[in-house]
């Protein structure tokens, strides 16, 4: 592509090559679909955290608490959000709710990237695309997830391997029905 021909397009031609193609070119498929994987869910993991404050903040504002409405004894939600958005002023709550997202980021591209990467290599080493290929990713991924979480223990490990393997795998199962 010559110069002038980047020049003369628009912000809307470059959103539509987004489509068509990768964001990147590494150099090899493996590195294209992990970081091409990284940077899309990191950048939903980012608009997922800062909507869901924008609503617990909401919720907050109007009703003075976070349980929507519902007593705690019928299962109110808690609020998952960022502890420490509440600072001492609004510097120190931006600060918060930057930090907050940026992990959140990190472990959504992350694990995206991981699992396309596991994919991809073992769709490689095998020499097939299969619901085993995608149970092997989804549980390395789920064990990866668990241990990027605060507070991790064996039970929350265990369920984060078999909830990984049993998502991917449902997915890879059910390609093609719908």
């Known amino acids: 592509m010559s110069g002038s021909n980047l020049e003369t397009r628009s912000l809307l031609d470059e959103v539509r090559n987004f489509e068509k ?28 955290a800062v909507s869901r404050e924008a609503y617990f903040t909401a919720v907050e504002s109007v009703s003075g608490d976070t349980t929507s409405g519902l007593p705690r004894e019928i299962g109110a939600p808690k609020h998952p959000g960022f502890p420490d958005l509440r600072g001492e002023n609004n510097r ?41 290929n995608s149970a092997l990713a989804g549980a390395i991924t789920g064990a990866a997830v668990a241990l990027t979480t605060d507070n991790h223990s064996h039970e929350q490990m265990v369920q984060c391997v078999i909830t990984g393997a049993a998502i991917s795998t449902a997915a890879n199962l059910l390609t093609g029905i719908f």
Do not use: C
């Open 92 to 132: 120190k709550s931006v600060e918060a709710l930057v930090k907050s997202t940026g992990k959140e980021s990190l472990q959504w591209g992350m694990a995206a990237g991981m699992y396309s990467g596991l994919t991809y290599g073992l769709k490689e080493a095998r020499g097939v695309h299969d619901w085993k």
């Open 21 to 48: 193609g990768f964001f990147f070119d590494l150099g090899h498929p493996l590195l294209n679909r992990v970081a091409e994987s990284f940077v899309r869910a990191a950048g939903v993991g980012a608009v997922h």
